[in-house]
């Protein structure tokens, strides 16, 4: 018969072991099927000018391009309501979602020597008001995506994407307060881009630029999985009244060869205007280090995303050298430029 006290040990160990096996906990993603949800994608950043240097056969141009300062603020809004008609596992099978308000603007201030000045641009998209059905393809676990109802321009459709909930921040099981795993860097281009691309487009901005800017936005964004290189690890925190906690945090540290992306899109341009492109895209190095810290919070009863915040400071840098001939004489020049950024990314469910 065993003592009292080894009965007492023994059952203590048995009471630690239960308890350590009922404290996990599942953190999943499962809305009820026909339920919809009303979220709101919010981005506020500002992009200064640390460092601008110009190096011109040999000769710095500091002197002659005087003192500056130069800032981006930019502020994003997405507002969009999901409808999950119909569920599968972990995604749904079949998303109903309209675009209530989509804006975007950005600020750009100068200050010089010789005076300052600032300039608004203003985003929107042809989405705003559409209503658009993601269908999952059961073959190639991919989405089909269809406008709802009627017709639209389906050039609006094709990069858009449809996991707006953040599922890729959730442990793969269940766990335990504490534990941590890890999230490719990749993914936070759903981040970046709230929906995919939503087919922005700024108004009074000329065709010419306009088209330049947005075409190299576009294929930058197109390398978007290159330049987010880096680690990402996720805490377990805790539920408190459903509501479970996890604490996020990121550092990205990349570099990023686009001389041949800027190089063609210089030259597309100067085609278009009918002249030759005067200079060669010898080297440009896009370089970006980042850490973020944030916390997703994640409603347990409900199956879905409460709330969610992310802010990130960073350095965005490239480094350019170019050749070539302007008016008769050969030129070659390295032009080093260095950006900080300060973002904050917010969600909010309803």
């Not at 308890?19 to 026909?34: D, H, I, M, T, Y």
């Not at 108004?203 to 010419?208: G, Q, V, W």
């Not at 060669?280 to 980042?290: C, F, K, M, S, T």
Request: a negative charge; aromatic letters at 6%.
């Amino acid at each position: 018969m065993m003592s009292p006290p080894r009965s007492l040990a023994a059952l203590s160990l048995i009471a630690f072991f239960f308890a350590l096996s009922s404290s996990r906990e599942a953190v999943v993603f499962a809305p009820e099927e026909g339920s919809a949800l009303t979220k709101t994608f919010g981005m506020e950043g500002v992009f200064e000018l640390e460092e601008l240097s110009v190096v011109v056969d040999g000769e710095d141009m500091a002197e002659a391009l005087g003192s500056f300062e130069v800032t981006v603020d930019a502020v994003t809004s997405i507002v969009v309501t999901d409808t999950y008609a119909a569920l599968g596992e972990g995604r749904p099978r079949k998303l109903v979602r309209s675009f209530d308000r989509l804006g975007a603007s950005s600020t750009l201030t100068t200050d010089s020597d010789v005076g300052g000045e600032s300039e608004e641009t203003r985003l929107s998209s042809a989405l705003e008001g559409e209503t658009v059905v993601f269908t999952l393809d059961e073959e190639t676990a991919g989405y089909t995506v269809a406008f709802a109802p009627g017709e639209g321009d389906e050039e609006l459709l094709e990069e858009l994407e449809e996991e707006m909930d953040l599922r890729f921040l959730l442990p793969g099981g269940e766990v335990a307060v504490g534990d941590t795993w890890e999230v490719p860097v990749r993914a936070f281009s759903r981040l970046l881009l709230p929906g995919g691309t939503l087919g922005w487009t700024a108004e009074d901005e000329p065709e010419a630029f306009g088209g330049t800017m947005e075409g190299f936005g576009d294929a930058l964004f197109a390398k978007l999985d290159e330049l987010l290189a880096g680690e990402c690890t996720c805490t377990f925190k805790g539920t408190t009244a459903g509501i479970a906690v996890i604490e996020i945090h990121l550092e990205v540290g990349s570099a990023l060869d686009v001389s041949e992306l800027l190089r063609d899109l210089a030259e597309d341009a100067a085609a278009e205007a009918g002249q030759e492109l005067p200079i060669e895209i010898e080297v440009a190095d896009l370089n970006l280090d980042v850490e973020a810290q944030g916390v997703l919070r994640w409603n347990t009863t409900a199956g879905h995303l409460q709330d969610f915040e992310l802010s990130s400071d960073g350095l965005l840098g490239i480094d350019l050298a170019l050749s070539g001939e302007i008016m008769g004489e050969a030129l070659a020049a390295e032009i080093t430029v260095e950006v900080s950024t300060s973002m904050k990314h917010t969600v909010g469910v309803e």
